[in-house]
């Protein structure tokens, strides 16, 4: 018999305890045991839930799973981060497995969460961290032997891909957003997902792994979708593309570069059918070429399936042990960044119309707004630029044109 | 030390002798082991190589390899059927662990290499047999412990996307063909490729691990591409799709339907975006939603990488051990399959065009040959059709159109 210590009960957890009870058998006979949640940690013990379960089972105090010696896999998923990041730590001095779908904990503590599960022999695991349900972080481990990575670039947020799905259907980004946030995909403040926080924590999670060198979040340059606007879109339909937030980063010879933001991508894009809350992640190894994950990037049961597909691995012993995190000194090449961009700026005078035909590949509005597709140029050249007439991020939408 | 003994030394061997010199250091760091070639048993000893080899360990006969006790891993990439029916057989009945990239004898021979592996407490893997370098078999099997596989179905055959895509480009079939041939994609008798014999594996495979029960290549109906002309490509533009061989196997609660066929596939499908020797998997899960898997599906470096990932979970032994295939008794459900189709026919009579129309949804082309979209209808309505008619095989070009 494996007993768990859960350790939060919002979707994820409720989706981990639905699968369990639905597959006990199959997980019997694939992993020769038992599969029992032993305890739940959760903040409100009288909050009413979704699923039936044994009250006796849940608790509010982290010490009642901690000292429980029969528990030997902790479960986190309560989406925090400072409760969470001494859970993980003492789970894991205590000697229990750990498995997280917290992204936001396991980008912050990355390699100290890491080193800690290895010195002491144990697994520390995250697939539910990155794509939702996606398997990723398991095969891109399991290419680094066989490959150096080159590039690893994705559709890492399930909201923001939502909301840009039903733009291209025509709605208005507030719009999109307001349903987004009925349905549950976009929380009520909405920042860390529109903002492209929560796509660069995961893009430094794949990142890191991939490039075998630390790479932090504050490496990344970010740009998020809180600025498009209907408009954005139309004319970027007309060149038969659309718009996705994407987090990527490329190795070259002396270093990396390392961006979240979003980027126009042509029908020919495999990114181009990746709608709604689906998320896919691009790999480029020198060896096995490209390769690309695609599937459901949130949601209860898929992140629950992806949570569970680790902690068999821990239990048949199938997951990579050692640190699999590489000690490369990597330098940071974003000011190198280039490309051809879609600018958009809410407001339009003499000076700023000049300036931007001076930048100008193509001059799609000159009017209210000022529209252009621009020359290929480095980015920094053109966020100087915006700096410099003094337009706020509100104001303008900057997207990459894609390959 | 961790002795190979390679069975063929083709394109895909080729593939695996170069990633294994140029990775030695990393093997040695994940795996804790060096991995040597130990013999290599190739048809014609004096044979010129493109790559640099010791002689000593070439041989052309294989009780050499057999009876070398220091050799524990068989890799067998001969490509052909009955000696290697002979060689995997006897490798694991010699206590050695067999993985192999030949499709056409995994899928002949599936369950007695499966039961006989399990038997004999030993891995008999075959990542590289579908979809060149993508990871699927292994993912695929990860997934069954916690989900009902709903649907399995890809691109499976590099050579026929291929040709497919160049003949988007404006190529006829027979020159697309013709410089699939010259770079090595199809073989000079292309009948497996282009006949969808190949993709029929692969799904022979994926079907009887996603369904957990046997599916056998007969079970399966079977449409290649090889009577499709530039003309079908033109009308299917129209309706801004494209055609792509799609192997599916799809589970009903009462049984199940298989089926390799030219599919049309709009710009909103993920399978658009597939082009040339690129293959994608599709998997539908109850818990976990849709995956797709995507890459090379053919190739020196990504099958060889495919099959070094089977010889590296051998090795750390983290593959799922014990045998995964099902015992479900599966009932054939092929002449429910139904759909709204394409349908060319090559030549026109009254009688013929007078046939058609009664089928006909739309009716594109009623000249020198006649070419509807159907209603919704029985393939096996179509089929038996088309024989009354006595319209032979290589006079239409057949397509269903997808969702």
Redesign the interface.
């Known amino acids: 018999m494996i007993n768990i210590g859960l350790l939060g009960f919002g979707t994820v957890g409720t989706g981990i305890f639905k699968?369990l009870e639905s597959?006990q058998e199959?997980?019997k006979r694939?992993?020769g045991e038992s599969i029992s949640i032993k305890r739940i940690l959760v903040k409100n013990l009288h909050k009413k839930r979704d699923v039936e379960i044994n009250l006796d089972i849940i608790t509010d105090n982290f010490d009642d799973i901690l000292t429980d010696k029969d528990i030997t896999i902790i479960i986190e998923v309560t989406g925090d981060l400072e409760d969470s990041y001494n859970y993980i730590t003492e789970s894991l001095k205590a000697g229990k497995h750990v498995v997280t779908a917290n992204k936001k904990v396991a980008s912050r503590y990355f390699e100290e969460f890491t080193d800690l599960a290895d010195k002491m022999g144990l697994a520390f695991l995250y697939e539910g961290c990155v794509g939702g349900?996606?398997?990723v972080i398991k095969?891109l481990k399991?290419?680094?032997?066989?490959?150096e990575i080159i590039e690893v670039k994705g559709i890492l947020n399930g909201t923001c891909n939502y909301i840009l799905t039903r733009m291209e259907e025509g709605l208005e980004y507030s719009e999109a957003l307001k349903i987004a946030q009925q349905l549950g995909f976009a929380e009520l403040d909405p920042a860390d997902d529109v903002k492209g926080i929560d796509t660069r924590r995961k893009l430094r999670i794949l990142g890191t792994l991939a490039l075998q060198g630390r790479i932090q979040e504050e490496d990344i340059l970010l740009r998020g979708i809180s600025s498009i606007k209907a408009v954005d879109i139309d004319y970027i339909k007309r060149i038969n593309s659309t718009v996705r937030l994407i987090g990527e980063i490329r190795s070259y010879e002396d270093g990396y570069t390392a961006i979240v933001e979003p980027v126009i991508v042509s029908?020919?894009?495999?990114f181009?059918?990746?709608?709604y809350e689906?998320n896919?992640i691009f790999l480029k190894?020198d060896?096995?070429?490209?390769?690309?994950?695609?599937?459901?990037g949130a949601?209860m049961?898929?992140t629950?399936?992806?949570v569970?597909?680790d902690v068999?691995d821990i239990i048949?012993?199938?997951?990579?042990n050692?640190n699999?995190l590489g000690t490369r000194k990597l330098k940071n090449l974003n000011s190198n960044i280039k490309g051809e961009y879609y600018l958009r700026i809410s407001k339009s005078c003499n000076d700023i119309a000049n300036i931007m035909e001076s930048i100008a590949k193509e001059i799609l509005c000159r009017d209210e707004c000022v529209v252009i597709m621009t020359r290929s140029m480095l980015l920094e050249d053109i966020t100087n630029l915006l700096k410099a007439m003094e337009i706020k991020e509100e104001e303008y939408f900057l997207a990459r044109r894609g390959e």
Chains 1, 2 share one sequence.
Do not use: H, M
């Open positions: 699968i597959r199959q997980l694939i992993t349900g996606i398997p095969p399991e290419q680094l032997a066989l490959n029908q020919d894009s495999p181009y059918s990746v709608c689906k896919a190894g060896n096995v070429g490209d390769l690309i994950f695609y599937g459901s949601g049961l898929p629950g399936n992806a569970l597909e068999i048949t012993g199938s997951y990579r050692g699999l």
